[in-house]
């Protein structure tokens, strides 16, 4: 009875998933899909013996950290050739009727702006997700795919039993701009257009953040030995009868005209589409006749890709002004004419760094062409150089800080310009705490930017830890807020001490340390005290912080000032080590041992044994020596790291002794494809 009522919410679960992703056509309230998922989850967790990784509930993704298995691809995955006029669209018209010499039809599809991915499916079950990697061979993905909603992970209907179908993965613009937007408030890099966005995401090792992402897909191309039909549309529209998002946007065309007229139409109306697309495709509808016209080495004869041109406007730069962010990076921005572009009103465009400035040869009063092509951001590309007429100074990169007046620095190998006045430059001050008391640090309401301004602005605020010392008559007289809000703030003072150590590590602000990489330290050390104490060669050697981020993590706990503000937030009470529940979650088997890894293994990636040895409480350690408490040793294991170990006495530690050691099951052949 159970494991039926399990089966029938997983198959209504599915239907609702297909109506909402696929069809846009929900027929149930978000609020009653979360009620029968939760439910679903109930079942499932009470009766594990029916799990089932394709069930809806593993849509959400998984924390575990997991390398990427290489795998061949059974169809090798080639480009299209690109054009980009009409003319050349006439071109290739013209080549495919002189080959076939006889009569034939394109089908016209968008060129969805995204990453590729391929899907293999045996008996209606997703069994793998590869991505276009060098064409021969891509990286498996098959549990990050798995979370994305539109793409099914069972199918219905009359489907082959085996096939392959390609398509695109796509991160809508909604989602962009939200996650762009968080990026800009911790100051994290911002991904430039929604096809980065896409491909980074699907490369994360974290399957629960790319269930966060929200990612979307569209697939074209049908593979196989036994497809339902000989033309290539005939084979989409049985794709979508299968449960697959196929686009509408897709037109059989009989002569030239009908593909300029689709190409026309959509280089216009795709400025409405939820997601990002860059071209038209053209594919010759027929299979045999694919067939018949092969492949060049790089792309096959029968299909093209004409790409829509950059949308670009020119304007006038009337002056070049400078942002100081919270981590003191100072970015110069270009105020402009207005001017129309992709339906919005542009006055103002990211000049990024002085290399850009520089390279772009810029002076005041300069023409220049501003584009925003498949980018978010509008980026000045080009100078008009023969408009030039009685221009203004060459514009170049300040020296001082604008708002403090400390000379800039320049780290090597960084592109940016940074005011080393962290302590003292306001918008840096106001900036840490903007981040401290955001939502995924400390989540503190009623401390918005507008807040911390005016309490800056009255000496209440200088730092971070002054948060914890507001008292209520001051708030309560400074006008805007009143005794209402003050009791607010305080109340969400107090629920921040709740907030868990791995936010707080975040919250601290350190440059470079994101909310991702702060769950690692926070993991890795377990203690603020610890990770006061954590050397440069310690912190490289937690998985995924490179030297920039523990030579930045070094920087911060070395300063007094910093230690200071945040022995006061220890003594207010907020959480500095990791509960006792996520201990023990994590385990205790390796507790206080330092472990070196070496060579190649064959169960998991080095990456996995490097969480492993941090979920145990053990530590990584890059270099041999005598406090090494063993080498966790794989095949072509270094000659030096060996040599060292035998005459110290070092002990080697072989897989199987490891993962007995962690109680972990090494991945069979069938888990690790």
């Given amino acids: 009875m159970i494991k039926e009522q399990i089966e029938s919410l997983r198959r209504e679960l599915e239907q609702h998933n297909y109506n909402y992703y696929v069809l846009s056509a929900p027929t149930i309230t978000d609020f009653e899909f979360d009620a029968r998922l939760r439910q679903l989850q109930e079942l499932e967790a009470a009766h594990p013996e029916f799990f089932d990784p394709n069930s809806p509930t593993q849509r959400v993704g998984s924390d575990s950290v997991s ?93 082959p039993a085996s096939f392959e179908i390609r398509g ?4 809508p613009w909604s989602v962009f701009d939200e996650l762009n937007r968080e990026r800009e408030e911790q100051e994290e890099p911002l991904f430039v257009n929604p096809r980065n966005a896409a491909s980074g995401t699907l490369k994360l090792q974290n399957s629960k953040v790319v269930a966060s992402r929200k990612l979307d897909a569209y697939l074209y191309y049908v593979l196989g030995e036994n497809l339902p039909s ?63 016209l092969g492949y060049t080495a790089k792309s096959p004869r029968w299909a093209i890709a004409y790409k829509f041109q950059a949308e670009k406007a020119l304007t006038r730069l009337n002056s070049v002004s400078y942002q100081v962010g919270r981590t ?35 002076h005041i009063g300069d023409m220049v062409f501003v584009e925003k092509g498949g980018e978010i951001i509008p980026k000045i590309t080009a100078v008009d150089k023969d408009a030039r007429f009685m221009i203004g100074d060459k514009v170049k990169f300040i020296k001082n800080c604008p708002e403090c007046g400390t000379a800039l620095v320049r780290f090597e190998g960084e592109a940016a310009h940074y005011c080393p006045n962290e302590n003292a430059c ?47 008559p001051d708030l309560s007289r400074l006008e805007r807020l009143g005794t209402k809000s003050a009791y607010n703030i305080q109340a969400g003072c107090e629920k921040s001490k709740e907030v868990p150590f791995e936010r707080v590590v975040f919250a601290l602000g350190i440059r470079f340390v994101g909310e991702t990489i702060a769950k ?13 104490q954590a050397t440069f060669d310690e912190l490289v050697a937690v998985a995924e912080i490179g030297e920039r981020i523990a030579q930045s993590v070094v920087l911060y706990f070395n300063d007094p000032l910093n230690i ?26 390796l507790s206080g041992l330092s472990i070196v890894i070496s060579g190649t293994f064959s169960h998991h990636s080095r990456d996995e044994y490097k969480a492993m040895i941090e979920r145990n409480g053990g530590k990584n350690v890059g270099s041999v020596s005598s406090k090494t408490s063993f080498i966790l040793a794989g095949e072509n294991m270094g000659p030096e790291k060996l040599k060292k170990a035998e005459s110290l006495g070092v002990k080697l530690v072989d897989e199987d002794t490891f993962l007995e050691m962690v109680k972990a099951e090494p991945l069979s052949d069938e888990d690790g494809e």
């Fill in 67 to 159: 390398g990427f298995k290489q795998v061949s691809h059974v169809y090798p995955m080639l480009s299209l050739g690109n054009t980009y006029s009409e003319g050349e669209v006439q071109d290739f018209y013209e080549r495919v009727r002189k080959g076939l010499n006889e009569d034939f039809e394109l089908v016209c599809e968008l060129k969805y702006d995204g990453t590729s991915i391929s899907l293999t499916y045996e008996d209606g079950v997703l069994v793998r997700a590869v991505t276009r990697g060098d064409g021969d061979k891509g990286d498996d993905v098959t549990t990050n795919v798995k979370t994305i909603r539109s793409i099914p992970l069972r199918l219905h209907g009359d489907y």
């Fill in 564 to 589: 200071e503000t945040v022995n006061r937030l220890k003594s207010v009470g907020l959480q500095m080590s990791l509960s006792e529940e996520k201990l023990q979650a994590h385990g205790t088997a």
């Fill in 168 to 171: 695109e993965i796509l991160m």
């Fill in 520 to 532: 690692k330290l926070a993991y890795a050390f377990k203690t603020i005290e610890a990770l006061e």
């Fill in 230 to 292: 000989d033309l290539h549309s005939g084979n989409l529209a049985a794709a979508h009868s299968w449960g697959f998002k196929i686009s509408e946007a897709i037109k059989i065309c009989k002569s030239l005209s009908e593909v300029t007229e689709f190409i026309n139409y959509w280089d216009i109306e795709r400025k409405n589409l939820p997601v990002a697309t860059d071209g038209i495709v053209l594919k010759v509808n027929s299979i045999p006749q694919q067939r018949a």
């Fill in 426 to 472: 306001p918008p840096q001050i106001k900036g840490k705490m903007e981040h401290f008391v955001s939502r995924k640090a400390m989540n503190i309401d009623g401390l918005g930017s507008e807040t911390i301004n005016l309490l800056y602005q009255n000496s209440l605020l200088h730092n971070i830890a002054d948060i914890y010392a507001l008292k209520i």
């Fill in 328 to 362: 003191g990076a100072v970015t110069p921005v270009a105020n402009l004419d207005p001017v129309q572009l992709s339906g919005t009103t542009v006055k103002r465009a990211s000049l990024h760094n002085a290399d850009i400035i520089e390279g772009l040869d810029l």
